[in-house]
């Protein structure tokens, strides 16, 4: 069945929080409007600066900024420490999935802006629980990652008394929880409740794992702080793109530009959107859940902004999304394994939440290509790569490289010992230091 979409975007009616005006605009599409026409930038800046004012000085840190190293949180960080001259402290909530060139990009941008940085690990063995149950639950196994991302920063900055919590990209940019016409995204309780945590407390959470060896104590990382310990650092919470206007691409270049930033590969988002969703080795699972209950993925996402702001035709959007939608991720591999469940189950668990009226059959979907980096990721139980295998298989590859383009009167002889590993080149004087 052909899912209604967008008449401007290509934004499905599956999508959450989506309705249809009687020109069959989107409220999301209108919400891009409203931002363009109706909001004062000026004086939304104004405001701002005012607002680092109240609070730069009173402290050890002017400010407290999350951050996973993705584009919005980097651009942020980037944004408040050259533009603003505030003194932030960084907090990194370790998912468990970051991918290699995120860690690499996030330890640069550090040492460049030269911040002090705390990051937080969970309990893997709490964890895998935690994915597995809210993927029951709600078709999503997000739940870890999305509360401990935005409850423990709160929790770190009660600790540390930084009252200023300062997050990047509003939702109002690409859901209708919020809008733009509703003023300045506060990141609070009440947002945490609505649309991070599923409806999922940690206090549920542990009933619902119902295991007699995880307690609310275990959930403490999950839980969002008391109001009243809030307040009693007179705390603000906000997402600075209520306050300067959102553009993800420009930004993009930005962070490359000044930090060196560098893009990556994501499962299912065709090139020239290497910005997007680069911190998660499961991006691509996620993105492919999405696709069996709604009917539609990342790409679509993508597109829809690009068409918004002008970069793009609906024509061109449909294909792209033609193109890379609707395949089965390499990555679903390693997920399994982290979670002991097969296939058929997850395939199962996926089909039980399938949103009206969209369907799917997952069989009939084809398999994606392998990440580069997906056999460096940690392996639970099904063979991986080290980076040290990885750097031999490199260097092997070098030298044979290298043995191709020598003249056959020049060729070397490799001798190789009984495990394989080379210990001696001889001929060609060039390639000795091989």
């Known amino acids: 069945m052909e899912l209604i979409k967008c008449s401007r975007c290509v934004t499905p009616e599956t999508h959450e929080t989506i309705h249809f005006d009687e020109n069959g605009v989107c409220n999301v599409c209108r919400q891009s409007e409203f ?20 609070y730069r000085g009173k402290g050890d840190y002017d400010c407290l900024v999350p951050f996973s190293g993705g584009k919005d949180s980097t651009f942020t960080l980037l944004t408040l420490v050259k533009k603003y001259k505030l003194k932030p ?20 941008t550090f040492r460049k802006l030269g911040v002090d940085v705390l990051r937080f690990t969970p309990n893997w063995q709490l964890v895998k629980k935690l994915m597995l149950e809210s993927m029951k639950r709600k078709g999503d196994f997000c739940w870890h990652c999305h509360s401990g991302i935005f409850a423990y920063p709160m929790q770190v900055a009660i600790r540390y008394k930084v009252p200023l919590v300062i997050w990047g990209e509003p939702s109002a940019e690409y859901t209708s929880y919020y809008s733009y016409d509703d003023g300045i995204e506060e ?14 407390t940690a206090e549920d959470m542990v009933g619902m794992l119902n295991d007699p060896n995880i307690s609310l104590r275990d959930m403490q990382p999950f839980v969002y702080p008391p109001l009243r310990e809030l307040k009693a650092i007179n705390y ?5 793109g209520s306050f300067i206007p959102w553009d993800v691409k420009s930004q993009a270049q ?12 994501v499962e299912g988002v065709p ?15 996620r993105d492919y859940l999405k696709y069996i209950k709604r009917g539609y993925a990342r790409t679509s996402h993508l597109v829809s902004i690009d068409i918004r702001n002008g970069r793009l035709d609906r024509e061109e959007a449909m294909r792209l999304v033609e193109e890379y939608e609707g395949c089965r991720p390499a990555s679903l591999d390693v997920f399994l394994d982290y979670l002991g469940i097969s296939e058929a189950e997850f395939n199962e668990i996926a089909l039980s939440q399938l949103v009206h009226p969209n369907q799917c059959d997952p069989a009939t979907l084809p398999r994606g290509q392998e990440l580069w980096d997906q056999r460096i990721w940690y392996h639970e139980n099904t063979p991986g790569m080290g980076i040290k295998e990885l750097m031999c298989k490199y260097d092997e590859l070098q030298k044979e490289s290298e043995l191709k383009s020598i003249k056959p009167k020049d060729k ?7 495990d394989g590993q080379v210990q001696q080149y001889e001929g060609l004087q060039k390639a000795a230091e091989v």
């Open 236 to 240: 603000r919470s906000f997402c600075l």
């Open 187 to 200: 990141v609070d309780e009440e947002r945490f409740n609505r649309s991070t945590n599923l409806g999922i």
């Open 254 to 265: 930005l962070i490359k530009d000044e930090l060196g930033w560098q893009e990556e590969e």
């Open 412 to 418: 070397l002889t490799v001798v190789k010992s009984k």
């Open 89 to 108: 402290l960084v907090i990194s909530f370790d998912h468990g999935f970051y991918r290699p060139t995120v860690e690499e990009s996030k330890t640069r």
């Open 271 to 285: 090139p020239g959107y290497g910005y997007e969703k680069i911190e998660c080795c499961f991006q691509g699972v």
């Open 35 to 54: 931002k363009k026409e109706n909001i004062d930038w000026a004086s939304r800046e104004k405001e701002l600066q005012e607002l680092f004012n109240a």
